[in-house]
C-alpha cells in the first residue's frame, strides 16, 4: 500500500467513524436529556407533594388551634353567661327590696301626715262601722 491509500483509507474511515460516533453520541445525548427532564419533573413533583402535605399538616393544626379557642371561648362565654344571670337574680332581690322600703316609706309619711288610726284603719282594711 502506498502512502495515498492509507492516508485515504484513514481518512474514509475516520469520516465514517466520526459520522457513525457523532450520531452515537447525539441518541446518547438525547437519552440522558429526556432522563434528567424526567428526574427534575419527579423531584419537581415530589417537592410539590411535599409542600402539599406541609400545608394540609398546617391547616389541620390551625384547625385545631382554632377548635380549642373555640371550646375555651364557650367555656367563657358559658361563665359570662352565668354571671349575668346571678348579678340579674341580685338585681331584681334588689328591686323587690326598694319597693318594699318605697312601700314603708308611703306608710310611714302617710302615719306623720294624718290620724294613726285611719292610717291603721286604711292598713288593715278596717272599718268603723265594723267595730261596733
Known sequence: MDWNAIILTLLG???FGGIWAALA????NKALKKNEVKDSDTNTQSQ???L??????EMLNLIERVEDKM????GNQ???LEKIDEIRSKQDRLDERQDK??????HILQYL??????FLDRQYGRKKNAKK
Open 13 to 15: 474511515t475516520t469520516s
Open 25 to 28: 453520541y447525539r441518541k446518547e
Open 48 to 50: 410539590q407533594i411535599d
Open 52 to 57: 402539599g402535605t406541609k400545608y394540609a399538616k
Open 71 to 74: 371550646e375555651s371561648s364557650e
Open 78 to 80: 358559658k361563665q359570662m
Open 101 to 106: 322600703y318605697e312601700q314603708m316609706q308611703g
Open 113 to 118: 301626715n294624718g290620724d294613726f288610726q285611719k
